[in-house]
């Protein structure tokens, strides 16, 4: 089941609660119980054993060493 991360606006306190996809834009309530909440978007880090984006190449110029042909 995903779990999705809130920040309170009454509080700033951020919380994550876990729930079925269907109900992710359904309301959530902070823990103090305020219901000015947003939901906060996340990143998900993949790791695995080899593949992978390959390295950019190394030595040429412009803002991302020369990768972009910049």
Avoid at 3 to 29: L, N
Avoid at 44 to 70: F, H, K, L, N
Wanted: aromatic share 4%; proline share 9%.
């Amino acid at each position: 089941m995903p779990r999705y991360e809130y920040r309170c606006r009454a509080c700033g306190a951020t919380f994550e609660i876990s729930r079925p996809m269907r109900d992710a834009a359904a309301p959530a309530a902070c823990p103090q119980g305020h219901d000015d909440t947003v939901k906060l978007l996340s990143t998900v880090a993949v790791t695995g054993r080899g593949g992978g984006a390959p390295a950019a190449p190394s030595g040429g110029g412009g803002c991302c060493g020369g990768a972009c042909g910049c």
